[in-house]
């Protein structure tokens, strides 16, 4: 059974490398074993089983006392998450032997919660799942999320209002990020900021691609990273570390908690500060604002019985940024300064109640602030030039019964409620809005071969009305080592506050632009003061804007081709309908235009994703990459046939644009891929991971002015960064650091996320292994 | 302030309408008609505020007649076409005491041999301009990331002279000495530099 509503960890370890040992040994009580990875380090709280139902835990030297308990038990089997589980016949060891335990390849077997909001493990979800564990989010040497992110296949770092992700061609905008479970606010211009998120509390990252409306509702149309942040896993514990790099850029974390008599709790706290850098000395400011921000954690757990379990979340985000800017103003450039300042707090209750095997009700509360608050002003006189606040309010409040229907059916319903309010300078008033859902979830596993999970949702929102999300995945394991997947799902993406609410008034060029909601009432007071020459969109259609909206086709295998060799690749093709752009309304009187949002393009993205494993011996793996995209604007390419649309070359004359001279959607790389080695020198002990990240040429803008691309002068070019990062950790968990990112120094001027080579050392130490 | 303007013809492309002509009974030489540069015709726009958006200096127009493919001293003077920062006026209506008429035409510049009979070339009025003003609406693109200006491809101007000639126009760039796109500086913009044909005999034909 792997439909689980609470698996043990035991469970999950379904690939079958079950590897035979052949020693000479009879294990008497009290004899030690020591359960151990390739690499010789413990494996703490391996699970050893026996008999018919009996199991016992390792401890956190990875060292197993054989019980008395045990008797006359034969064979032992050694089960760890990662691990390939290996029995062991007891007349064969040795009191004190290792028993050496060979690592999964691909964390097929971690746990995913994003998929379906229970606990599954990859290899059993029918749909592209990835999980990042704490390892592999080491070894980037990364301190921000998007450093960790931007070297996964099919993920993108692309810089606009702040570090945001792009996964299947599609933009941040259309991609939840979750934080254990809870989305998270604060977007600017659509983008989520992954500079906002540190890396050192992450036990690991889900990654989940194509459409989950389904469950999630609005913005995961592309897929949805799910951070889970660390619990305490031991008694008590404690770990200082820190990491210092190149443009003066520090990061330094200070962890710790407990987990006994039912409590578990676990703090957190982190320091992070740059320099910043500069791309582009010759103009006033830097490519990268220096700042610092400061990030806090609590969770607190307590179990109640046997039944009840409440956990209380809290988070709390500070960022404050200065930098410089220059603007021209009658011919000279005037030097202004800049402060930026962020703020988010994040508390999340939850109530938990199983009370039998087969259900689990869950209720959650979810409290988000988020405030920006950006100011210049001009250095030599002090006046001041721009203020800008926004603060926004979210919460949510959610029901979720879990119940196993039979012993491989699972049903999962859920509702919640949710209230946003957002104020700010160019908005007007504040604004509030309201949304109630409802979702429906069965995952089924027919038979030995098939793995089913159909779910739908629906959404009723008090700005865009209702919206229905069917999602349907299954998967055939033709065999051990190969099946294959399909997932079918509907995608949208709500208006966002600043295409309903924006009232915003560019003072020197003389436009408007209004949110769909203000349209009306901003058009009404422009003709009043006569400002208005002609309108020309049917003012019947303003206001009118609805959410966008997506199917998607997701499809692919996993290929355990041999022990030590792994192929994963996926399919996809997202449909996206009704996407919002800005069109002009009204003509005014000086010659420029009013501006609203509406519902104009529909587009295409699609390609695949390729993944190869290959772990050539224990010390050594290799791991390629591959991604290629196609996007396209449908529009564009019937203007195209039509011929509509013209462009100008290098002498600026015009011509015709053909399709074979269209590429798509901008910042979109047609190629793109990764290959890493990760090696392991025994005699040193220093773990090595040599990673070269691919991106391919993507267009930057428009340079022919004609909107599209199509022009050769509006690609930027490839380019392959080369990271490496050496480290080596102690018998006690202590672990050093050193490593390089862009080792080539590699530059491209379209990339503002990019500051070239970089150097880095860090350290890490498990206070609690030392004072015991 | 200093002015130039390039004139040359365009010989080559003559070749092909004589060579067609020698298999006639009865040959007719057609003359094409020359397309005509103007290279760098500063026009710059008034200095604003960024901020309040105020006028700190006000500029002229500048006056262009085709026919004299040149500048024109002032307003009162036989002009056809103004230009001021991004703004193009013709010469009649609430901007001139003339007769000029405008209107932006879709496709390619080089391709169109005739006004087709239903073009309607409009006056100056307080409503629109002949060749409308703003970003996507006339003739240019405005970029507000690289704060660019820049002609919309496919689109180009057709005019009625003062005297009644018709004269079809393409910008070709709105900075100095007409860089290609990506080299374009935005602190050199208000260079017009365009081409144009003008029929002198009244005739909807380019030929």
Known sequence: ?772 | MKKQFCFYSVALLCLPFLMACSEDESPVVVTPLEVETVENLHAPNDVVNRQTGEVIQENPFQYFSFEQNGLVESVDGDWDIGFKGTTIIVNSGISGPGNARGMVMQGLFSEMSEVPSDASLRVDTEDVLAIPHGSGNGWYNYNNTTHLISPIPGRFLVFQTNAGNYVKMEILSYYRDNPPMDEADFTTGGYYTFEYVLQLNGSRVFE
């Open chain 1, 1 to 772: 059974m792997k439909i689980r509503i609470n698996p043990i960890k035991v469970n999950i370890l379904l690939l079958p490398f079950i590897l035979a040992a052949f020693v000479v040994w009879a294990g008497r009580p009290g004899d030690e074993l020591s359960v151990k990875d390739a690499r010789g380090f413990p494996i703490p709280h391996a699970i050893v089983k026996w008999g018919e139902e009996n199991f016992a835990t390792v401890d956190e030297n990875g060292v197993f006392r054989i019980p008395e308990s045990m008797g006359e038990a034969e064979e032992i089997e050694i089960l760890a998450l990662g691990y390939a589980s290996r029995k062991v016949q007891l007349s064969h060891l040795n009191p004190g032997q290792d028993i050496l335990l060979k690592e999964h390849l691909g964390q097929l077997n971690e746990v995913v919660i994003a998929a379906t909001r229970t606990n599954r493990s990859v290899a059993d979800l029918p749909m592209p799942v990835q999980v990042i564990n704490q390892e592999k989010i080491q070894e980037t040497g990364g301190m921000r999320l998007s450093e960790v992110l931007r070297e996964q296949t099919g993920l993108q770092v692309v810089s606009n209002h702040g570090a945001g992700l792009q996964m299947q061609g599609l933009s941040s905008d259309y991609i939840l990020i979750l934080l254990d479970g809870e989305p998270m606010i604060g977007r600017t211009a659509g983008t989520f900021d992954l500079d906002r998120i540190s890396v050192s509390n992450i036990e690991r990252i889900e990654v989940l691609r194509g459409p989950s409306s389904a469950i999630y509702g609005s913005e995961a149309m592309a897929g949805v990273i799910n951070i889970i942040t660390k619990e305490s896993t031991e008694p008590a514990h404690g770990t200082v570390q820190g990491r210092y790099r190149s443009f003066n850029t520090m990061d330094l974390t200070a962890e710790g908690g407990v987990n006994q008599n039912g409590w578990n709790i676990y703090g957190f706290y982190n320091r992070f500060s740059t320099d910043g850098f500069d791309l582009n000395p010759s103009v006033l400011g830097n490519t990268q604002s220096p700042y610092h921000a400061h990030t806090g954690q609590l969770k607190v757990g307590k179990k109640l019985g046997q039944k009840w379990e409440m956990k209380t979340f809290l988070r709390g985000y500070a960022e404050d940024s200065e930098d410089m800017m220059g603007i021209r103003e009658g011919g000279e450039t005037l030097a202004a300064g800049m402060r930026g300042k962020r703020r988010e707090l994040n508390i999340n209750p939850t109530l938990i109640f199983r009370p039998n095997e087969d259900w689990l009700l869950t209720l959650r509360g979810m409290t988000s602030l988020f405030s920006t608050r950006s100011s210049s002003w001009f250095m030599e006189s002090g006046e001041s030039i721009d203020i800008q606040d926004f603060d926004q309010v979210y919460h949510r409040t959610e029901f979720q019964v879990d119940h196993q229907l039979t012993k491989d059916q699972l049903l999962t319903f859920g509702m919640g409620q949710l209230l946003e309010t957002v104020d700010a300078t160019r908005y007007d008033e504040l604004n509030r809005f309201d949304a109630g859902y409802l979702f429906l979830q069965h995952q089924w596993e027919a038979g030995k071969k098939w793995n089913l999970v159909s779910g739908m949702r629906a959404d009723l929102h008090s700005q865009y009305g209702g919206q229905v999300s069917p999602k349907v995945s299954a998967m055939y394991q033709f065999s051990d080592t190969f099946s294959w997947q399909a997932s079918l799902g509907a995608g949208f993406k709500a208006p966002d506050f600043r295409q309903l609410l924006l009232n915003f008034n560019n003072a020197a060029a003389g436009y408007y632009v209004f949110g769909a909601n203000l349209v009306q009432e901003g058009i009404a007071n422009l003709q009043a003061q006569g400002l208005v020459r002609q309108i020309l969109i049917d003012p019947t259609q303003f206001g009118e804007l609805k959410a966008e909206s997506s199917w998607a086709i997701n499809t692919g295998g996993r290929w355990q081709a041999h022990e030590d060799v792994l192929v994963q690749v996926n399919f996809f093709r997202n449909h996206i309908e009704n996407l919002i752009e800005t069109a002009p309304v009204a003509r005014l009187s000086t010659g420029q235009n009013a501006f609203s949002y509406f519902n104009i393009s529909s587009v295409i993205t699609q390609g695949g994703e390729l993944d190869v494993l290959y772990r050539i011996n224990e010390r050594l793996q290799l791991s390629l990459g591959y991604m290629y995209l196609d996007s396209r604007d449908r529009d564009v390419l019937a203007a195209i046939d039509v011929g509509d649309i013209f462009r100008r070359d290098s002498q600026n004359r015009t011509r015709q644009v053909t399709r074979s001279d269209y590429g798509g959607l901008f910042n979109r790389s047609r190629h793109s891929g990764n290959i890493k080695l990760n090696y392991y020198e025994p005699f040193t002990g220093i773990c090595t991971a040599l990673r070269g990240i691919y991106r391919g040429p993507f267009g930057f803008g428009d340079v022919n002015g004609n909107l599209i691309l199509d022009d050769p002068r509006e690609y930027a070019p490839g380019i392959f960064q080369t990271n490496l990062t050496l480290s080596k950790t102690f018998e006690r968990g202590l672990m050093f650091e050193v490593g390089g990112f862009n080792l080539l120094n590699q530059l491209n001027i379209y990339d503002p996320t990019n500051p070239g080579r970089t150097y880095f050392i860090g350290a890490k130490v498990p206070l609690h292994r030392y004072f015991n």
